[in-house]
């Protein structure tokens, strides 16, 4: 069994599949402007590499072939520390709702697809600086991940513009630390890339590789998976070269916990955009959209600077009860939560526009149905 030396994971966490290992937080435990480590869900697409830091080495491959090596000492000591609050979001995070409408291929996730940490590590341009690379001839920055399967010896890759990894203000990691502590075995030990802003997809973990290519990654996840196409695709008649590939995500917003107390409802819940994107605000409603409360929100790191907003936001809003009957769907009061980000990008109002066959970047207006006792 490839995946017996996993290593052990909270039982708290929402198992979507075992092997390779995907699970999520409880919305209800997605509290607080920091996720803890046990409770950052964990998407594998293999089994989980056991690397010793002692024993660890990152190649990286320049344009004109030539190698270089650093060790993890190499990267935790040569190069200035940087922290940086980031969100990482699968593409897939709230897919459950899409393939409600229509199935989609996909692992089953509900709206726990998303976490946010303060990772610490060597900024990604200040390594390629030292390096010597520059933009010259350099499009993309490819990532080898170290997992492999044993039996197709397909590893894990992706890419990511070369003008976001080399500009500082990007903040791209490689990360050897995960709020503080070494990077646990599920999220990339020793070193993972973290690229704030952008989809999970590309955040490689457990790096061994880096290309400075003219190119984007060949892997399957970076040219047949983690891209976009409109509601009229489906398998028959996709073209995966036809789209982009996922980079920076849109905005987004979850309902976490919501519940009636007296004559009042009170939700609380996240949003988050790309990009560097803040939330500039989160609307609820509890009747239908004929009323919007402003929810007061929370960003994970109140010090981002305009346009490096990396964590997400949490909110919280309390409404008043709204009268029964016109507002009651099937015995249930829904709440919905939409957010606007600092470009004032809105998310659309329904998923059933933005389907698409993979059942990515599935960002509707959210809903929570609570069951009325009366
Ligand atoms: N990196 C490697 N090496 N292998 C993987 O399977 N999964 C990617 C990305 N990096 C993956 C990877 C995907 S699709 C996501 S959403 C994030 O890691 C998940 O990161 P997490 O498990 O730390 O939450
Ligand atoms: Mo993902």
Redesign the pocket.
């Known amino acids: 069994d490839p995946y017996a030396n996993d290593p052990a994971r909270s039982p708290l966490l929402t198992v979507r599949g075992h092997k390779?290992f995907n699970a999520e937080p409880p919305l209800e435990l997605l509290d607080s402007e920091i996720t803890p480590n046990d409770l950052?869900?964990?998407?594998?697409?293999?089994p989980v590499p056991k690397i010793e830091g002692k024993d660890y080495k990152l190649e990286i491959v320049h344009r004109d072939g030539r190698t270089s090596e650093l060790t993890l000492a190499d990267l935790e000591n040569k190069f200035k520390p940087h922290d940086v609050t980031a969100t990482?979001?699968?593409?897939?995070n709230r897919r459950n709702e899409m393939d409600s409408i229509k199935k989609v291929k996909g692992g089953y996730w509900d709206a726990g697809?998303i976490?946010t940490a303060r990772w610490t590590g060597a900024l990604l341009s200040d390594v390629l600086e030292e390096l010597g690379i520059t933009e010259e001839g350099v499009e993309h920055i490819q990532?080898e991940?170290?997992?492999k399967d044993s039996t197709t010896q397909t590893?894990?890759?992706?890419s990511i513009p070369a003008d976001i990894a080399m500009d500082k203000k990007c903040e791209v990691l490689l990360a050897y630390k995960m709020n503080d502590e070494p990077i646990p075995a599920?999220?990339?030990y020793p070193i993972?890339?973290v690229v704030p802003g952008v989809?999970?997809?590309?955040?490689?973990?457990?790096?061994g590789k880096i290309v400075a290519s003219d190119k984007e990654s060949d892997s399957h996840?970076q040219q047949n998976d983690?891209k976009g196409f409109n509601s009229s695709i489906d398998w028959h008649n996709v073209d995966f070269s036809a789209a982009p590939a996922i980079q920076e995500l849109p905005v987004i917003s979850a309902i976490c916990s919501a519940r009636i107390e007296g004559d009042e409802v009170v939700a609380q819940g996240y949003a988050y955009s790309g990009g560097g994107r803040g939330i500039i605000r989160v609307d609820v409603t509890a009747d239908n959209g004929n009323s919007w409360e402003v929810a007061e929100l929370s960003p994970a790191d109140p010090n981002q600077k305009r346009n490096r907003v990396y964590g997400w936001t949490l909110w919280s809003a309390t409404l008043k009860l709204p009268e029964c009957g016109k507002t009651v769907e099937d015995g249930c009061l829904v709440v919905r939560s939409r957010a606007v980000d600092s470009q004032y990008n809105l998310q659309p109002e329904n998923c059933d526009k933005i389907w698409n066959l993979r059942g990515v970047l599935s960002n509707s207006w959210h809903e929570k149905k609570l069951v009325l006792d009366n």
């Open positions: 390779p950052f869900y964990v998407r594998n697409h293999l990482i979001m699968c593409a897939g697809a976490s990532f991940g170290l997992d590893i894990y890759g992706a599920d999220h990339g993972r890339a989809v999970g997809a590309r955040n490689v973990k457990w790096v996840w983690y």
